[in-house]
């Protein structure tokens, strides 16, 4: 699916997400306001507990807003019924998270290849997963399992499997948090490939060095979005 240039890959108003906890009403998000056009690299920044995981969660439409509007390359998606939710993350959003979730019974071609059994009409399973694993550079390991990866290259075959529905927006949740520095480096630069190549990235991280990899870094307190700085990187 494609997004027109007339509308941005995500427009968020007003969003706002409570939980009750106990007696206790949490609000885990209070009236976030978000922009962010196609092919753009924004990175998320913010302490534990500010509610950066919480957005996050809320655009992959993996949880509903309490209140709010949002957007996703111009269709409102907050109040999609479960099967519609899961419809648009299947087709439109590729996830990246820190700890990879990888089956360790499959290896690296068949854990890419999985996202596909849920879009019937794709018929190459086999060649879009090993084309993905080759734009991570994992070409030559497509028969290794999870524990015959190092850790660097168990994150570049979690790119790979939400590269595979080719989405139109990557949501990446502190993927290097698990990686030494070195490797840590050589995920990011995937990342700006990717970038480079026209795919919008959403990075959410806790680290200054990290986000200045993207383009745009926006920093979350409180459940409110409170500063926005360009970067000096470029594609």
Known sequence: MTTSRAFPMIKVEGLTRS????????HALQGVDLRIEAGEFVALMGASGSGKSTLLHLLGCLD????????LGGREVSRLSSAEAALVRSQRIGFVFQNFFLLPGMNALENVALPLLYQPQVTSMETRARTALEQVGLGERLRHRPMELSGGERQRVAIARALVSRPAILLA???TGNLDSSTSEEILSILRGLWGEGLTILLVTHDAQIAAHAGRILTMRDGRILQEEHSHATI
């Open 19 to 26: 939980y009750q906890l106990g007696q206790s009403q949490v």
């Open 64 to 71: 509903r807003p309490t209140s709010g509007e949002y957007w």
């Open 173 to 175: 949740d502190e993927p």
